[in-house]
Nanobody, 115 residues
């Protein structure tokens, strides 16, 4: 059973930064894509960023230029560096890993942007 464990969330002031980590129980290159999604209270889960096996990266429109996804294969970890955080970035952030016909999710980590 694949396990994904997120960490690094917390409370940060507007304009601040946070770095999230997602540690996988498997070799991350076994997955087609690893991604970050987020869900704010009362809203649907939205795509944030993804990186595929070949290193192709994509970002959601609302985070382009502010967030950076990266990975460390040796540590089985995918990161999300978040800068210039805004109140609208407040959400639970989830890590996801995809293989054909299946998607795995972590439990999420809360990010709150507030003064």
């Amino acid at each position: 059973q694949v396990q994904l464990v997120e960490s690094g969330g917390g409370l940060v002031q507007p304009g601040g930064s946070l770095k999230l980590s997602c540690v996988a129980s498997e070799n991350i290159f076994d997955f087609n894509t690893m991604a970050w999604h987020r869900q704010a209270p009362g809203k649907e889960r939205d795509f944030v960023a993804s990186i595929d096996r070949n290193g192709k990266i994509q970002y959601g429109d609302s985070v382009k230029g502010r967030f950076t996804i990266s990975r460390d294969g040796a540590k089985k970890t995918v990161y999300l560096q978040m800068t210039n955080l805004k109140a609208d970035d407040t959400a639970v952030y989830y890590c996801a890993a995809n293989i054909p016909f299946r998607q795995y999710w972590g439990q999420g980590t809360q990010v709150t942007v507030s003064s």
